[in-house]
């Protein structure tokens, strides 16, 4: 990514370029991405391809202002840090299912990144983190979506827990962007992936979040939940007024969509 590039990406997040590349404005930087690009999976059900390049995925997020899932959106939100003058490290991580059991390697893709310390950021997981974690620490780490504990897991892992919940298992060896793309064409093709069975479009808010979960609109402030069963003639305008996505057409909803706020 050169300048011009990253300066376009400032912009889509309505962030400015740090002074210095120091824990302060990472903070800033991954709050705004979150306020400002969607956690998505429209990609999938629009039958579109999903591209693990810096260049296609810039003329994504930046310039068709789309979103993504964890391999689009921390794939280059790491590459404008490394710009910016961030040491970033692309992780693998394997998340827990409901059984408690961590799913399969290559699952998920989060970032390390250096600034007085090494910090955890994360802007491709959905309701998660709003700001950096230390991955050097061992303490709980209040956030604005809860408290976050790393703890030392087999084989040199770290296991990240949200108000002692495990989420993932997250590994300690530098990888390449292009090491996720076996993972991500199984995600976008495989019926047995989460996000061919499911539909979803989720924003943070500066009160909440915004979620439209196949024709469902889930709208949290604080601790109320308010859900909206749509229209289709509606959905194109609560995607483009909600969460800045343009469509020329509905992506095709799956058998059965499961929620994800």
């Not at 998505?40 to 899932?69: D, P, Q």
């Amino acid at each position: 990514m050169d300048a011009s590039q990253a300066d376009a990406y400032l912009s889509r997040i309505g962030a400015e370029r740090p002074a210095v590349p120091d824990a302060a404005a990472l903070r800033d930087l991954q709050l705004r991405h979150l306020l400002t690009v969607p956690f998505e999976n429209l990609s999938i059900h629009l039958g579109e391809e999903i591209v693990l390049t810096h260049e296609a995925l810039l003329a994504k997020v930046v310039g068709a202002r789309r979103g993504g899932f964890c391999y689009e959106l921390n794939g280059l939100f790491g590459a404008l840090l490394t710009e910016l003058g961030y040491p970033v490290s692309l992780f693998a991580a394997r998340v827990f299912g409901k059984d408690g059991v961590p799913g399969p390697p290559f699952d998920h893709l989060a970032l390390r990144v250096e600034a007085a310390g090494p910090w955890l950021v994360d802007v491709g997981f959905g309701r998660f983190t709003q700001h950096p974690i230390r991955l050097d620490s061992r303490e709980d780490q209040p956030d604005p979506s809860g408290v976050f504990r790393v703890v030392d897991a087999p084989d040199g892992d770290v296991d990240i827990l949200k108000d002692g919940v495990p989420e993932y298992r997250l590994e300690q060896r530098p990888r390449e962007l292009a090491d996720f793309e076996p993972t991500c064409w199984w995600q976008r093709t495989s019926p047995a992936s989460h996000f061919t069975r499911s539909l979803v479009c989720s924003l943070l808010t500066p009160t909440g979040r915004i979620t439209l979960s196949g024709t469902s609109l889930i709208t949290t402030e604080g601790d109320e939940r308010h859900e909206q069963d749509l229209e289709q003639d509606e959905l194109l305008a609560v995607y483009r007024d909600s969460f800045g996505v343009v469509l020329d057409r509905l992506p095709v909803q799956p058998a059965a969509t499961e929620e994800s706020n």
